[in-house]
């Protein structure tokens, strides 16, 4: 309620888009979008750069796939650590999970989101809450892998980036972020991480509305933004009639 209470503030002092009904709640479903893409191709950038480019209104809130890895086993967290665990395919994330917490941000519902360390290989104990926003953006390297993630987004991007360069931005940042050793890196690649972005990752770049490049994407980023404005919008045009008609009769509009 304080959220509430600071986003009425907000609305109130900068005046109120048109996607939002007098009171503060967005007046249809959030509007979706999907990013998939390699690891470390830039899925986490271009979502930033959505939101930077939309401004601060309206709220939006980025979805990481990464929070879904499924809890693991004292086994599975030994084979991890020595490199010997495939978390790059589709079965390793809690997919039912994942669309379940999509449904209920695409429903502008809040919802809890699992916390997961890279360093423990480990989903924690603590969840996240996350309050409903007028637009919500999931990204993952399976961002685009079910079909029924696909049915729920308005829009599906696929960052694409040289397999090189995603190899390179991956080392600087496991090692620098992750913990990780830039053998044990190399020797995951080569096992998992490149046959699963062949296989899985890479095939579902034809379910994408539009490609985005891994680097240089500003002017995919500004034709993106300006996109989801001009839906917005149009929502807005759809849903407002509506609303205006459950008034009672006999007061002015
Ligand atoms: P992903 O979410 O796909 O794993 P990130 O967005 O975290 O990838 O990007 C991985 C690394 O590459 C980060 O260090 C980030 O700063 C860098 N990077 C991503 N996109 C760009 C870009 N367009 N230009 C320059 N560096 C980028
Ligand atoms: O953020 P990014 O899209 O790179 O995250 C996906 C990658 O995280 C996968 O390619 C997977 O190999 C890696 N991963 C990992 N260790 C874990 C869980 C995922 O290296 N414990």
């Not at 888009?17 to 249809?28: A, L, R």
């Not at 980036?161 to 995951?188: F, H, N, P, T, W």
Request: with cysteine; aromatic share 8%.
């Amino acid at each position: 309620t304080t959220i509430q209470a600071l986003k009425n503030t907000v609305l109130k002092s900068h005046g109120r888009p048109p996607w939002y009904g007098e009171d503060g709640q967005p007046i249809s479903d959030a509007f979706l979008i999907g990013i998939a893409g390699g690891s470390a191709s830039g899925k986490t950038h271009v979502a930033r750069q959505i939101v930077q480019s939309l401004g601060s209104i309206p709220t939006v809130v980025i979805l990481s796939q990464d929070s879904f890895y499924k809890r693991h086993t004292p086994e599975e967290v030994a084979l991890a650590m020595d490199n010997k665990y495939d978390f790059d395919h589709p079965s390793a994330l809690d997919m039912p999970m994942f669309a379940q917490c999509l449904m209920d941000l695409k429903k502008c519902r809040q919802t809890n989101v699992p916390v997961y360390s890279f360093t423990e290989h480990q989903r924690l104990d603590e969840t996240q809450y996350l309050y409903g926003a007028a637009i919500v953006i999931a990204e993952g390297i399976m961002a685009l892998q079910d079909p029924a993630l696909r049915a729920l987004y308005d829009l599906k991007i696929f960052v694409q980036c040289d397999s090189d360069l995603m190899l390179a931005r991956r080392i600087r940042r496991d090692v620098k972020e992750r913990g990780r050793s830039v053998d044990g890196i190399l020797d995951q690649y080569l096992r998992y991480v490149k046959p699963a972005y062949d296989n899985f990752v890479f095939p579902t770049s034809r379910y994408a509305d539009i490609i985005v490049p891994g680097s240089d994407n500003h002017v995919a980023i500004e034709l993106i933004s300006t996109h989801i404005r001009r839906q917005l919008h149009e929502r807005a045009r759809r849903f407002r009639p509506k609303m205006v008609s459950r008034r009672p009769t006999g007061l002015s509009p």
